[in-house]
């Protein structure tokens, strides 16, 4: 159980990081660069108080994780402006959940009985059609829908997918325990997000108000890593992305994301199935 709990620890902090990103301001590459000043000096403070022993492993590993978190981390804030946050969190992490959710099984065989296979099973087409109903629009948004912008948010949801499956699934591969890899990581992001942003000129005063946004993060990365070797990628990730509740109300309700009647009652309905499979999903591995 307590177990479990350190894997909600993501859900809280991750679910309101979009959200204080964009009422921080800037744009994606000054957010995304302030985030990972942010995270490395939580990494940092972590590594002075544990003092973990670090070897090459970790560190490339880690490193490489960093990386690929930059990627994925950019690539969603990016899709902000094309589909709103109320939008953006919930699609991305219904890509995130089928893909970590496939590594997780497949590769890693994380769902070993007949019982874990099932109740995962279901747990995880709760929470994808949770998703599905928290995305749904009424008519007079169709036409936004077919557009291009809304093309182009997809697209940067699917990089950015790619890059937030390379940073879970590195670390599970080479089971790597948090407390040794949340400095060579913290490292990777920040190296990644400078190559991805320098030409953009991100260092701003947005980029200094999104360390907050860094500092959070920090918080729910340390949880997840922590609960990764516990209960494997699929559980721990899963649980992880429950917090999209706390953006997809956030967004409508501090961002002022219009939304009819009947789009809340999806919202509101959707947001119940992806807190139920989450809990579900809990119970795939002891």
Do not use: C
């Not at 350190?6 to 959200?19: R, T």
């Not at 981390?73 to 946050?85: A, D, E, I, M």
């Not at 701003?204 to 920090?218: E, M, P």
């Amino acid at each position: 159980m307590t177990t479990i709990l350190i894997a909600l620890i993501p859900a809280i902090a991750w679910g309101s990081i979009v959200l204080v990103s964009v009422k921080l301001g800037g744009d994606s590459y000054s957010q995304t660069l302030g985030i990972t000043i942010g995270a490395l000096v939580f990494a940092s403070g972590i590594y002075v108080w544990a003092h973990p022993v670090i070897n090459m492993t970790a560190w490339i590993a880690g490193i490489i994780s960093g990386l690929f978190w930059a990627v994925g981390q950019k690539n969603q804030l990016g899709s902000v402006p094309y589909l709103g946050v109320s939008k953006t969190v919930p699609i991305s992490t219904g890509m995130q959940l089928a893909a970590t959710t496939l590594f997780g099984v497949i590769v890693f065989k994380e769902w070993a009985t007949t019982t874990a296979i099932l109740l995962g099973s279901a747990s995880i087409i709760l929470i994808i059609v949770g998703v599905i109903l928290t995305t749904m629009t009424g008519s007079g948004n169709e036409k936004d829908l077919k557009s291009g912008k809304r093309r182009k948010g997809i697209m940067l949801l699917l990089l950015s997918t790619a890059g937030y499956l390379g940073y879970v699934v590195i670390i599970r591969w080479f089971n790597i325990d948090g407390w040794t890899v949340i400095l060579p990581q913290a490292i990777g992001m920040f190296g990644g997000a400078i190559v991805l942003t320098f030409t953009h000129k991100p260092f701003n005063k947005y980029a200094v108000r999104n360390t907050l946004s860094g500092l959070i993060w920090g918080i729910g990365n340390l949880g997840l890593l922590l609960s990764l070797p516990r209960i494997g990628v699929a559980t721990s990730f899963s649980l992880s992305q429950t917090g999209i509740v706390i953006s997809t109300f956030g967004g409508i309700f501090l961002l002022g994301e219009k939304k009819t009647k009947k789009q809340l009652l999806f919202v509101i309905i959707g947001s119940i199935l992806i807190i139920a499979g989450g809990v579900m999903i809990g119970f795939t591995k002891k």
